[in-house]
Structures are given as structure tokens and as C-alpha cells.
């Protein structure tokens, strides 16, 4: 029998661009009291991979830095303590600290992971801890009821069309602002289609001429401030891409919720949202899945299969 000892892993040497990303060898990990090592099956790539690269959310990781947020795979070895999971078990999850994603092994921890119910492939699974949960919660983190309108800024990427088809369910009145090519992906979903760029605003105004009760926003930036005067109530604001604007506006970045992993998983397996994966790619095209996602303008996720 051929014990597997290392483990590819996809790395940024130092924060910055792109030139610093390379496929490594190193050790399979050991997990830690309360963790587990999966063999990965997938790994869902997001803008947030991108940003961690450049430094945006800090700049002291130990380097080599794991790249890669959210993960699925099959659970090979369990850490101190671990009895909620076993050997062999189906999970998903984001990867713990200093851990990353884009390998063929990882470490999730025990009471984060969730398991994969037989309905939802890998490849879709391995877009649930990060951008599934985002749109779960934008949805839920401010409460507003059937038939009342909700506004989503950036709606054909790959969170605000899970948000859109979240809306969906609940019976939400949907606009989708959206470059011109996302047309059908908006109304595809039940919402309205908007334009993005000038005269978003106003098209947006003809459609709600009361407003909107909720503004789910996915881009920040001048874009935001532009539809923000729209919603009924500033608190009804909600942001994954700029919190800072969005406080300043009168509204709050996300928060995450308690268990939203699982729900979302629930209402994946239930068949009312399709995290609609656009492209996977082997752990060696990972330099290229990940411009993919930096080039922007997405309709769907981008997941590599090591
Ligand atoms: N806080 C969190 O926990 C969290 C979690 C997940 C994501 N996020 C953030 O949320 C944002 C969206 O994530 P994502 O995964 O959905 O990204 P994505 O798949 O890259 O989608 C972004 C979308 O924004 C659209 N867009 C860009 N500029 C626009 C504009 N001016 N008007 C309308 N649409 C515009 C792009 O489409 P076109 O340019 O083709 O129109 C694209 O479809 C990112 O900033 C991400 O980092 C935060």
C-alpha cells in the first residue's frame, strides 16, 4: 500500500500580484485536538483569495501562505478529541488557520465542518462555506417579507445570484443591477433586470418608485453610493464588499450567523439554489483559476478540483 506523505499545496510566497503564487510539496498536515484532515475533492475560488494575497485583510501570516477559503472533500484523520466526525465521512468547510484550501489534503476544524448530504456534488458543495453562506446571510440579516423589493448591486456574480435565487424563495420583489451580459442570468432567477453604470439609478426608480426595503450590496465603491439613496431605510443596507461605505451610509457589512453553514447546505440539498460553477480546473491551473476570478466580471463560480 502507497502512503501518501506530502501534499501539494497551492501558496503565495509574500503578499502582492499573481507572481508570487507557485504549487509547493510539503507534509501532509497533522491535525491539532478538535480538527480533521480531508482529502480535498474541491476547493471554490473567490475574490477574497485574491485580496488575502494582496494583503487586505492583514499582512502578517507566516509565508509561505496556503491559499483557497472553502473546501469539500472526505475526511482521512481526526484530531485529538474529534467525535462529532469520522474516517471516511463527506464534509465541507472552510480550512483552519494557516491552512489552505487549494491542496490535495487540508485541515478543517471538527465544529465548523459540516457534512455533504448525497444531493450536492463536490464541486457545488466546495462553494458553500464562503459564498454560499454570504448570500445566505445578506439575505436573512436584515428580515423583510414577501412581495416587499430587494435591490441587489452586483447580482450576476457568483454571490448575488445565489442571493437572487434566495430571494426567490422567499418571494421577494427582486431587482438585479448587472452588466449588460448578465441579462438572462437576472431574469432567469425571477428578478428584474437593471443595467449597471449611469442611469442605473434611474431605471431602478422607474421599476421601485417607493424605493426599496432591502439593498444587498456585492461592489461598494461609488456604484453603492450611487443606489444607496434608493432604499426605504439606510439600516436596510447590507454589504460583503464594503462595510466601510456601507456603515457610513447608514447601513452594516455582513455578519455571519450561527449555523449558516448548515442552512445553506439545507437549502442547496433541497434544490432551491444552484451555486451555478461555471469552470473547474486541476490544482496545477490553479495560478489560472484564480485570474479568472481577479479578471471579474463572472457569472458563476470558478472551482478547482485537485
Ligand atoms: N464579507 C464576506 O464574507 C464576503 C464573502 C463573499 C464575497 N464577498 C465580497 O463580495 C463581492 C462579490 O463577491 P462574488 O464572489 O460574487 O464576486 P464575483 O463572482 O467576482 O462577482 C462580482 C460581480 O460584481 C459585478 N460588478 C462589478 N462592478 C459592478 C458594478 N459597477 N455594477 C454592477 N455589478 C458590478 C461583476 O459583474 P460585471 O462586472 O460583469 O458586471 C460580477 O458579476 C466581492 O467584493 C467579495 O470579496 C464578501
Same mark, same amino acid.
Given at each position: 500500500?502507497?502512503?501518501?506523505?506530502?501534499?501539494?499545496?497551492?501558496?503565495?510566497?509574500?503578499?502582492?500580484?499573481?507572481?508570487?503564487?507557485?504549487?509547493?510539496?510539503?507534509?501532509?498536515?497533522?491535525?491539532?485536538?478538535?480538527?480533521?484532515?480531508?482529502?480535498?475533492?474541491?476547493?471554490?475560488?473567490?475574490?477574497?483569495?485574491?485580496?488575502?494575497?494582496?494583503?487586505?485583510?492583514?499582512?502578517?501570516?507566516?509565508?509561505?501562505?496556503?491559499?483557497?477559503? #472553502? *473546501?469539500?472533500?472526505?475526511?482521512?484523520?481526526? @484530531?485529538?478529541?474529534?467525535?462529532?466526525?469520522? !474516517? +471516511?465521512? =463527506?464534509? %465541507?468547510?472552510?480550512?483552519?488557520?494557516?491552512?489552505?484550501?487549494?491542496?490535495?489534503?487540508?485541515?478543517?476544524?471538527?465544529?465548523?465542518?459540516?457534512?455533504?448530504?448525497?444531493?450536492?456534488?463536490?464541486?457545488?458543495?466546495?462553494?458553500?462555506?464562503?459564498?454560499?453562506?454570504?448570500?445566505?446571510?445578506?439575505?436573512?440579516?436584515?428580515?423583510?417579507?414577501?412581495?416587499?423589493?430587494?435591490?441587489?448591486?452586483?447580482?450576476?456574480?457568483?454571490?448575488?445570484?445565489?442571493?437572487?435565487?434566495?430571494?426567490?424563495?422567499?418571494?421577494?420583489?427582486?431587482?438585479?443591477?448587472?452588466?449588460?451580459?448578465?441579462?438572462?442570468?437576472?431574469?432567469?432567477?425571477?428578478?428584474?433586470?437593471?443595467?449597471?453604470?449611469?442611469?442605473?439609478? #434611474? *431605471?431602478?426608480?422607474?421599476?421601485?418608485?417607493? @424605493?426599496?426595503?432591502?439593498?444587498?450590496?456585492? !461592489? +461598494?465603491? =461609488?456604484? %453603492?453610493?450611487?443606489?444607496?439613496?434608493?432604499?426605504?431605510?439606510?439600516?436596510?443596507?447590507?454589504?460583503?464588499?464594503?462595510?466601510?461605505?456601507?456603515?457610513?451610509?447608514?447601513?452594516?457589512?455582513?455578519?455571519?450567523?450561527?449555523?449558516?453553514?448548515?442552512?445553506?447546505?439545507?437549502?442547496?440539498?433541497?434544490?432551491?439554489?444552484?451555486?451555478?460553477?461555471?469552470?473547474?480546473?486541476?490544482?496545477?491551473?490553479?495560478?489560472?483559476?484564480?485570474?479568472?476570478?481577479?479578471?471579474?466580471?463572472?457569472?458563476?463560480?470558478?472551482?478547482?478540483?485537485?
Amino acid at each position: 500500500m502507497t502512503v501518501t506523505t506530502t501534499s501539494p499545496v497551492f501558496v503565495t510566497a509574500r503578499y502582492g500580484g499573481p507572481e508570487h503564487q507557485e504549487l509547493a510539496e510539503r507534509p501532509v498536515p497533522e491535525p491539532r485536538p478538535g480538527e480533521v484532515l480531508i482529502e480535498v475533492r474541491a476547493a471554490g475560488v473567490n475574490p477574497a483569495d485574491v485580496k488575502r494575497r494582496e494583503g487586505a485583510f492583514g499582512n502578517s501570516a507566516p509565508m509561505p501562505m496556503p491559499m483557497g477559503l #472553502e *473546501a469539500s472533500g472526505v475526511v482521512v484523520a481526526l @484530531g485529538e478529541g474529534v467525535t462529532a466526525l469520522a !474516517v +471516511g465521512e =463527506e464534509v %465541507l468547510g472552510a480550512p483552519a488557520r494557516g491552512q489552505g484550501a487549494f491542496a490535495s489534503h487540508t485541515v478543517l476544524r471538527a465544529a465548523e465542518a459540516v457534512r455533504k448530504p448525497q444531493e450536492i456534488s463536490f464541486v457545488d458543495a466546495a462553494t458553500l462555506p464562503v459564498a454560499g453562506t454570504t448570500a445566505y446571510d445578506l439575505t436573512h440579516q436584515v428580515e423583510i417579507e414577501a412581495g416587499q423589493s430587494l435591490l441587489v448591486l452586483g447580482a450576476g456574480g457568483g454571490v448575488g445570484r445565489m442571493v437572487l435565487q434566495i430571494a426567490a424563495v422567499h418571494g421577494f420583489a427582486a431587482v438585479g443591477v448587472a452588466s449588460a451580459a448578465k441579462r438572462e442570468l437576472i431574469e432567469e432567477t425571477g428578478a428584474a433586470f437593471v443595467a449597471a453604470g449611469p442611469g442605473a439609478a #434611474e *431605471a431602478v426608480r422607474d421599476l421601485l418608485p417607493d @424605493g426599496a426595503d432591502l439593498l444587498v450590496d456585492l !461592489v +461598494g465603491g =461609488e456604484p %453603492l453610493r450611487a443606489l444607496a439613496p434608493l432604499v426605504k431605510d439606510p439600516a436596510h443596507l447590507v454589504s460583503a464588499a464594503d462595510a466601510a461605505t456601507a456603515t457610513e451610509l447608514g447601513g452594516a457589512g455582513r455578519e455571519r450567523s450561527e449555523g449558516v453553514l448548515e442552512k445553506i447546505v439545507g437549502v442547496v440539498e433541497a434544490g432551491l439554489v444552484d451555486p451555478h460553477v461555471l469552470e473547474t480546473y486541476p490544482l496545477a491551473r490553479a495560478a489560472e483559476a484564480i485570474a479568472r476570478v481577479e479578471q471579474g466580471h463572472l457569472g458563476g463560480k470558478i472551482v478547482i478540483v485537485p
